[in-house]
């Protein structure tokens, strides 16, 4: 079977709230094509990281929609292994040959940091993009060999930086619309087979792939592999 991906490394940032249908569509699709799939998050804080008496390797649990269709066969909770920190992968980012910001409210979790105390006046700017997910994907973007993907709610990790999205062709969820309108990227739409008008389901614009939704997953994971 013909693996165009051999070799190479995909990170997926995950946190709670993650839908299990596309956390095991990058399970499985990613792999299929020969990439390794590692997940990562913020699990270390300080001195609560591996050693410290009340540190446990953190288990993530998923969202659960009960407007949608009954959820594929997939998994409710998700661990990450302890070495898996954004730390980690901020070292070691130059051998992936992409990083996907998982969809729902994961990027909106992990958007969040400590005020810091010692700071007064606060600055504001500094502050919200401060986190380090937030930091990670703001020099990802700057290194254009890495392909970026962003799903659904995923383009909120990037509102921080507003300078990185402007002028970027995108889609994502309407909900999150508005927020990335006023980070100056371009939301593309277009027209469907039937002619009706809906938001563009997956975009690519060079190194950045978004998808609109969970339901655009199978189709985002193949313009990721293209990319690559």
């Given at each position: 079977m013909?693996?165009?991906?051999?070799?190479?490394?995909?990170?997926?940032?995950?946190?709670?709230?993650?839908?299990?249908?596309?956390?095991e569509a990058y399970r499985a699709g990613f792999p299929l094509l020969g990439a390794r799939v590692e997940f990562f998050s913020r699990i270390w804080y300080g001195d609560y990281r591996p050693g410290h008496p009340n540190w446990r390797m953190p288990v993530f649990y998923s969202d659960v929609d009960p407007?949608?269709?009954e959820?594929?066969?997939?998994?409710?909770?998700?661990?990450?292994?302890?070495?898996?920190?954004?730390?980690?992968?901020?070292?070691?980012?130059?051998?992936?040959?992409?990083?996907?910001?998982?969809?729902?409210?994961?990027?909106v979790r992990l958007r969040w940091e400590d005020l810091?105390?010692?700071?007064?006046?606060?600055?504001?700017?500094?502050?919200?993009?401060?986190?380090?997910?937030?930091?990670?994907?703001?020099e990802a973007m700057k290194d254009r060999r890495i392909v970026k993907g962003a799903l659904c709610h995923g383009l909120w990790i990037l509102t921080a930086y507003p300078e990185l999205l402007k002028g970027r062709k995108v889609t994502c969820?309407?909900?999150?619309?508005?927020?990335?309108?006023?980070?100056?990227?371009?939301?593309?739409?277009?027209?469907?087979?039937?002619?009706?008008?809906?938001?563009?389901?997956?975009?690519?614009?060079?190194?950045l792939v978004t998808g609109y939704s969970k339901h655009e997953v199978l189709p985002f994971i193949e313009a990721i592999a293209r990319q690559i």
């Open positions: 013909n693996k165009p991906l051999e070799g190479k490394r995909v990170a997926v940032l995950v946190e709670n709230k993650f839908i299990p249908e596309e956390i407007n949608d269709n959820p594929w066969q997939s998994p409710q909770r998700l661990a990450v292994p302890e070495g898996n920190d954004v730390s980690v992968l901020r070292e070691s980012l130059q051998d992936y040959a992409a990083v996907i910001m998982a969809a729902n409210y994961t990027s810091p105390q010692s700071q007064w006046p606060v600055d504001a700017r500094s502050y919200v993009q401060s986190p380090p997910v937030v930091r990670l994907f703001a969820h309407t909900v999150v619309m508005a927020d990335i309108l006023n980070c100056g990227a371009d939301i593309v739409f277009e027209r469907s087979a039937d002619s009706r008008l809906r938001v563009a389901p997956v975009v690519v614009d060079g190194d």
